[in-house]
């Protein structure tokens, strides 16, 4: 290619620009254009084509928004409780099964009424329903929390590592966590017991308001929890 005042080149895939007539310009933008678009492309989620979220819920889904980052990659499944006549608001650019009880009624017949009815239960369903080897579940009045510089957690990520990584349920390593990066067991914790038990759940428990069951949430109703924890279990 000849080169003067009137061309570009390519250079190790950068564009070099030099003078160049006003027709040149637009090709010259299309190309960082181009670029801008594959540096914009969303990286695959870890196990996105292995995991169901599964959502009970009696309202619309609103929350979705703010777990859009986390959550739009994956499949969905939504079991709507209350009265099926109702129509629930999905937002939209999520791929999603909608089941609400007169489908729980179709499929399952005379055995439907093992699916509880009015309580976030109904989300037994969706796990009956899903195909595939891991479930997320989350309620639809769970916010994302964020760290103390005030970025947002991704709590669905920190729970798909912790069933990725084995749990030590059997002897306590003080260290907690003796897989994750600059860990490691403590002495003294028996050599046998280091490749852990495969982590079946892991479940993660509230922010501020503990977890409490109703009788000590009434005894304890000005305790509140700040610290974000995630618990595996064995299998």
Not at 26 to 43: G, R, T, W
Not at 47 to 55: A, G, N, P, Q
Not at 102 to 117: T, V, W, Y
Request: charge should be positive; hydrophobic fraction near 35%.
């Amino acid at each position: 290619m000849k080169k003067n005042k009137d061309m570009f080149w390519l250079k190790n895939t950068r564009v070099i620009l030099c003078t160049l007539p006003v027709n040149t310009y637009s090709f010259v933008s299309y190309s960082f254009h181009m670029a801008q678009l594959y540096s914009s492309v969303k990286p695959t989620p870890m196990l996105k084509d292995e995991l169901d979220i599964v959502i009970p819920t009696i309202r619309n889904l609103d929350f979705l928004e703010m777990w859009r980052p986390f959550f739009e990659q994956y499949h969905l499944i939504i079991v709507q409780d209350g009265d099926p006549s109702r129509t629930i608001n999905i937002p939209n650019g999520f791929n999603y099964e909608l089941y609400n009880r007169n489908d729980i009624n179709r499929i399952l017949g005379p055995k439907a009424s093992c699916i509880s009815f009015k309580d976030s239960a109904c989300r037994c369903f969706g796990y009956m329903v899903s195909k595939k080897k891991y479930i997320y579940t989350i309620d639809d009045d769970c916010f994302v929390a964020k760290d103390p510089s005030g970025k947002e957690i991704n709590a669905l990520e920190q729970h798909i590592k912790n069933l990725l990584t084995p749990s030590t349920p059997h002897f306590f390593n003080t260290l907690y966590d003796p897989y994750g990066d600059g860990a490691d067991f403590v002495r003294g914790y028996p050599f046998s017991m280091r490749e852990g038990a495969i982590t079946a759940v892991s479940h993660g428990l509230w922010l501020n308001i503990p977890d409490y069951d109703a009788p000590t949430q009434l005894v304890k109703p000005l305790e509140r929890n700040s610290r974000k924890f995630f618990l595996p279990l064995k299998a």
